[in-house]
């Protein structure tokens, strides 16, 4: 499965109907990238991380698929149930949770949740008196753009000791999980991450716990960006390691990026130009505080281009606020563009426009669903 991208002919189309900045959603390669992680690694159950982006259409598409959903927040949970997805479709799997999110949870029906700490178990069992707890463990994730565990997850040796506590409160300790990092570059700190939970759960059983889940979390590489992490090849060995080790437990896994951000393009227009240093500027309006967030948040190096054609050199792409922070792109091989050529963000669908900000008085780019 390629990634979604619009041609010219229909990016010029959106453009004139609806204006720019645009998000552009494929719900159709939402299903796809769904069906694959379906058919790669088949006894995973999906929940997927709207905080990747929580566009309504990617939503209903997964819901009406039957997926699972990951949240963090009140905001989220309330979301979900606006849809009217139900709580025993969603896990809460923020380790550190408000509590507006626990009471959100509970009045939304949700039994799932994760923790690390003593800390958190009590709240839990103050607000959520018959929860499923799954505890997190620390992982090394040098493998991944986006360490995950400098701020979650419990030391491995402390496991056992979190999910007897959370017994003793009343609650079920019924599995283990961990999240290897986002953008996962290859399948070696999933499989550290299960040699060590193979470890936790034969040591819980030992100790009266029996262990039903085991969540591998997020952090698959997007589908279709083979240059720099192969999904296809990650997904392979995962399934291989959980159909030897693992045919003693249900598995989760909580996909945000993976599933959304090959599925959306953005359409950005030129607002401006200027020769600064014998190079050509760009100045877009969409930037680092708009779809281009993730340049900042996510680590993320967007994969943008000009639908003009003609001969290239070397240029500046810039957002339109007044901040010098708020450059895009600052290499990049373009023809001579002109005020209102398009620009156009190919697999911009995760943590791009979900952290966009209205900084500076610019609105927030709108999203279109593509009509296949
Ligand atoms: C962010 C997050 C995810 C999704 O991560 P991706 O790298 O987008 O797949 C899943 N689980 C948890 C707990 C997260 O915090």
Redesign the pocket.
Known sequence: MNSFKLTKENAQMLANQYGTPLEVISVRHIEANYRLLQERIPRLKIYY?I??NPATCILQKLKDLGSNF?V?SDGEIEKLAGLNISGERMIY?NPVKTVRGLKAAQKAGIRRMTFDSKTEVDKIAEYVPNAEVLARVKIDNSDAVVD?NIKFGAERQHIIELLKYAQTKGLKAAGICF?VG??ALSADDYLRAFDVVRNLIDKARQNGIDIKYVDI????PAPALNENADAAEIMAQINKCIEENFADVELWA?????MCASAVNIVTAVIGKQKRSGRDWYYLDDGIYGSFSGKLFDHWDYDIMALKEGEKSVATLAGPSCDSLDIVKSQVLCPQLETGDLLLAVNAG?YSRVSATTFNGFSLPQTVVWKE
């Open positions: 991380a905080k990747a990951d963090a799997a995950l999240h986002s953008q979390g997020g952090g698959l909580e996909p945000g990026r993976y995760a």
